[in-house]
């Protein structure tokens, strides 16, 4: 997915920016191919003039222009790709949209100018190439577009002033001079998210609400996959025309069929692919040479059947992409999308599940399969469903993305094996579960990555991105269902306080342990539940500060009169009732209490566990269903569940400061003048310290020294007392003989200690460190390594001799200032510091994050130890690896 796109066998002209070269994002969820102009291009642009309405022409030019000269030519296809620069939009290799910039002599502003294909207007392609070129632009030095637009070309100024970017026109003498400012501004690069977001969104569109559908390969076989595919879009009355496509036969399931999907007559929207996996790349191809928008392809014997099926699957993305055709699969169950007005199952899977408000994303046909079997059992009904097997092209990312504006989504479960993409996975669940609830599987393939997504992720920080995204993180399926239904029809708890009401002491202590085991709090009821129930409740009646146990003697009445105290109580945020049923207190009557309850106190979280035969939902008269569980431990870790991601979503996100003395931008320079100078990997220590201390951290006062005379001189300089160190020895050794001396007040000392130093290591001992003396305080451990898959990730753990006796928390980067004091508060060593140490060490760890943000060209820090006490953070010992930064052309990016 994210590897280079090889470029075509043609000479390549000098300086030709290869890295520019993608597959895209259209704003209707189509594909193209973005690339700098060649020479080689000139018949393209040729046939591409040749193609466009003499209006087109007319607004493009500013006059009558059938044909290009070939001067013409030649000067729109030879650029140098730094002050003239051009990007064409590619299909089937036939260019429909070119875009170039001019810049004027002797100013940092570019005239632009964009053509696109009169049959491919409205797919947003001019903006895509308007945000290219400013990329460019701005790596030019350029910081500013000029245009002349006619007053008539509306559509021009519409791409213009939609780009986000900061736009002055004026009318002059007939024509509208237009000037943008390229600086990134927030609005602009909102405005870049914002499209991206709608354009993956689109390619779900077009797999889940086609307007017409082709099954490729639907046999007659009532046993085969292509048949159970076209029979269940027929039984389910898909509200769209439906084309069986099979060379041998004339009819399949009492429709008529046609030989090849060029044979349709009339458009198709998706196609579904179940022909041999040799056979699914021309298939494709003869897709996109039909206009097929997308293509679900539910064949078998890809890369997860070994290097064959990968050179396969590879030639079928290549030929999607070749044509724009959007891609599910290969190797996957298919989807469902139960709207009524669209009635989607494109799938040869069996259940059917009724219309609801919950979204199912699985990676595993099998368990696509059970979550679909199961989810009717559960009480839920599905908004959609999607498999997306080996997601060679359409991904979960986009999935996510399609959902989160998707009006009959109310939540979504995830069964997923690996993340693909997961920085962006982190982006897109972060934003999704700040109003819809993610539950999703733990699997032990999530901690993996395909091998060409760059190593493993291992348990922490997969854990830390669970946890930062707010997704609901369970062990099992059964778990999974259980959270949903308790999302699916109860508000969120607004604090993790429960109460619990039933009918037998066991049981009820059993739910206890297991609320207290889920994270909750057991609450103290007030006086109102005292009242409801004091010698009123039956003679078995028992009130405990967080448990109403009504005995088996009670009736129906006492079990609504105490719960619907229970509901009302304010120190409580959710209830949990166990019960059994009693010759007094039949299933029925226990059923009937507890809706009777509900009813009249809707507000707040409510589960049951009714032991024996039950109904799965209680459907209270006016208010929201209450979800019956079998056990009280079940129904408590589902509220556990619910009610830390009620906590997660409530909790403000912060803001992402730069404290005050930061300067990441004086580090990168640092940075990048050592890469340039042949210093790339590990700095020198004098090195590491110098770009530390430029981005405003706090460094303890040091310097290096070659020789005696320089340490004296330096000891001097930064002040005694000081620590001398070898600048070769371990950082974790604290003796003379290790090659660290502490606690030095004066020269005479200094050179004994030099001396000393110097007949137990040699000439090992040079070069040293001199470092003044900090306060004495707590030994922290800070590190920053980049991790392929998800970015930047911190780490936070004891310093010093105890760094490998501890595991260190971690959190993935950026780092808010709430999330920060979140993070702090929550580390094993916060018991040591007090609240002024706390914050000390928060604002390093934010100077940390802004640091590695803004300067990516630093791979990784390592600060231990740092001390941190009532006083300040400082600095002790740093290590910091510096690398080139392989830059994507267009942040946030919109390539595939």
């Not at 044979?263 to 699914?280: F, H, K, Q, R, Y």
């Not at 760094?803 to 004091?821: G, N, Y």
Request: hydrophobic share 45%; charged share 20%; net charge negative.
């Amino acid at each position: 997915m994210d590897d280079p796109i090889p470029t075509a066998e043609v000479p390549l002209p000098p300086g030709y920016p290869a890295e520019w070269d993608a597959d895209v994002v259209l704003s209707d969820g189509g594909t193209v191919r973005i690339r700098p102009i060649r020479p080689d291009d000139a018949d393209r642009i040729v046939d591409f003039h040749g193609r466009q309405s003499p209006e087109s022409i007319y607004f493009r030019y500013f006059t009558p222009h059938p044909q290009l000269t070939d001067d013409e030519v030649a000067h729109l296809t030879n650029v140098d790709y730094v002050d003239r620069m051009a990007f064409v939009a590619l299909r089937d290799d036939v260019m429909i949209g070119v875009a170039r910039y001019d810049r004027w002599p002797l100013r940092s502003e570019a005239e632009v100018a964009f053509f696109v294909d009169d049959a491919h207007r409205g797919r947003g392609m001019a903006t895509l190439l308007l945000e290219y070129l400013a990329e460019a632009a701005r790596r030019a030095g350029i910081s500013a577009f000029t245009a002349t637009v006619l007053p008539t070309n509306q559509r021009m100024v519409g791409v213009f002033r939609a780009a986000g970017f900061q736009v002055r026109s004026t009318f002059e003498e007939g024509v509208i001079e237009v000037h943008l400012d390229l600086q990134p501004t927030p609005d602009a690069m909102a405005a870049i998210e914002s499209r991206a977001q709608r354009a993956e969104a689109e390619a779900v569109r077009l797999l889940l609400a086609p307007g017409s559908v082709a099954v490729v390969g639907a046999g007659r076989d009532r046993h085969g996959v292509g048949h159970a595919v076209l029979r269940n879009l027929l039984v389910h009355d898909v509200n769209v025309p439906v084309h069986p496509v099979n060379p041998h036969a004339d009819h399949v399931g009492g429709v008529p069929a046609v030989p090849s999907i060029g044979d349709v007559a009339g458009p198709v929207d998706l196609a579904i692919v179940v022909v041999p996996a040799v056979e699914v790349p021309g298939i494709v191809e003869e897709c996109g040479r039909k206009g097929v928008k997308a293509v679900i392809v539910i064949s078998a014997g890809f890369a997860e059947s070994g290097p064959e099926g990968a050179a396969l699957s590879a030639a079928t993305l290549r030929a999607a992409r070749r044509f724009g055709v959007r891609l599910l699969g290969p190797n996957c169950l298919g989807v469902i999308n139960t709207d009524p007005a669209i009635r989607l199952h494109a799938t040869f899977a069996t259940p059917d599940p009724r219309p609801g408000p919950v979204a199912l994303l699985s990676e595993s046909g099998t368990i696509g399969g059970a979550l679909l079997e199961r989810i009717g059992e559960a009480g839920l009904g599905a908004s959609s469903f999607a498999a997306i097997g080996n997601r060679a092209d359409v991904s979960a990312n986009d999935l996510l993305q399609f959902w989160a504006d998707d009006d009959r989504t109310e939540l979504v479960l995830l069964y997923l094996e690996s993340f693909g993409n997961a920085r962006k996975f982190s982006r897109i669940a972060r934003a999704l579960s700040r109003t819809k609830p993610i539950v999703a599987v733990k699997s032990g393939g999530a901690a993996r990555a395909y091998p060409d997504e760059g190593g493993e992720l291992n348990a922490d920080t997969l854990q830390a991105l669970v946890e930062q995204t707010g997704i609901i993180r369970v062990d099992t399926l059964a778990q999974q269902l259980d959270v949903a239904r308790v999302l699916a029809c109860q508000p969120l708890p607004e604090g993790r306080r429960v109460a619990l009401v039933g009918n037998g002491g066991g049981s009820l202590a059993l739910a206890a342990d297991a609320c207290v085991d889920a994270g909750l709090t057991l609450a103290t009821v007030g006086e109102g539940v005292h009242d409801a129930v004091g010698g009123e409740g039956g003679s078995g009646a028992r009130l405990r500060a967080s448990t109403v146990d009504l005995g088996f003697e009670a009736g129906g009445d006492d079990l609504t009169r105490a719960l619907e105290a229970v509901l009302a109580d304010d120190g409580v945020d959710s209830a949990l009732v166990v019960c059994a049923p009693a010759p007094r207190q039949p299933t029925s009557d226990l059923v009937a209490a507890i809706a009777a309850a509900r009813s009249r106190q809707p507000g707040k979280t409510l589960v049951a566990c009714v032991f024996g035969p039950h109904p799965t939902t209680i459907r209270p008269p006016g208010a929201a269903e209450v979800p019956v569980f079998d056990f009280p431990d079940d129904a408590a870790y589902a509220l556990g569940r619910v009610t830390r991601y009620a906590r997660w979503r409530a909790a403000p996100e912060g803001d992402r400061v730069v404290p005050a003395g930061a300067a990441p931008d004086e580090a990168r320079r640092h940075a990048t003048a050592a890469i340039a100078g042949g210093h790339e990997g590990q700095l020198p220590t004098g090195a590491a310290a110098d770009l530390l201390f430029a981005a405003g951290l706090p460094m303890a006062a040091s310097r290096v020294a070659p020789d005696v005379a320089a340490t004296v001189a330096a000891a001097a300089d930064v002040g005694y007392p000081v620590a001398v160190k070898s600048v070769g020895r371990s950082r974790l050794a604290k003796t003379e003989a290790g090659g660290v001396a502490l606690d030095v007040h004066d020269e005479a000392e200094l050179r004994a200690t030099l001396t000393r130093m110097a007949h137990a290591l040699g000439d090992a001992v040079w070069p040293v460190v001199v470092q003044q003396m900090v306060e004495p305080g707590v030994d922290v451990a800070i590190g920053v390594a980049d991790s392929p898959m998800v970015g930047p990730v911190l780490t936070v753990g004891p310093g010093g001799v105890a760094t490998e006796l501890a595991v260190a928390q971690v959190h993935v980067l950026p780092l808010t200032d709430l999330e920060a004091r979140r993070f702090v508060a929550g580390l094993d060593l916060g018991a040591l510091l007090d609240a002024p140490a706390r914050a000390h060490l928060e604002d390093l760890l934010l100077r940390v994050g802004v640091l590695v943000d803004e300067a990516p060209e630093i791979a990784s820090i390592e600060l231990n130890p740092v001390i941190v006490s009532p006083e300040a953070a400082a600095i002790v010992d740093a290590k910091v690896t510096v690398a080139p930064v392989d830059r994507d052309p267009l942040p946030p990016v919109r390539r595939l």
